[in-house]
């Protein structure tokens, strides 16, 4: 009797914390907007783009996204 078994393979992803904030031409950093919990950036901003109603590459255009910080800054 022959049985074949998968390889265990965790479905659960670490999700990071991504902001949404203003873009800004001095370096200095924008008014934060919203957060969000994802897996990886792209599906953050996809997340962005839809609670704002643009297309993601607009989205970027207009705004910044970045990973927060561990130390929660």
């Known amino acids: ?35 969000v919990v994802s897996p990886s950036l792209s599906e953050a901003i996809q997340k962005f783009a839809a609670i704002k109603d643009l297309k993601p590459d607009q989205l970027i255009e207009l705004f910044s996204v970045y990973e927060q910080p561990t130390n929660g800054k």
């Open 1 to 35: 009797m022959f049985t074949h078994t998968k390889p265990y393979k965790s479905n659960i992803m670490t999700n990071q914390t991504f902001i949404l904030e203003t873009k800004t031409k001095n370096g200095v950093r924008g008014e934060q907007i919203h957060k």
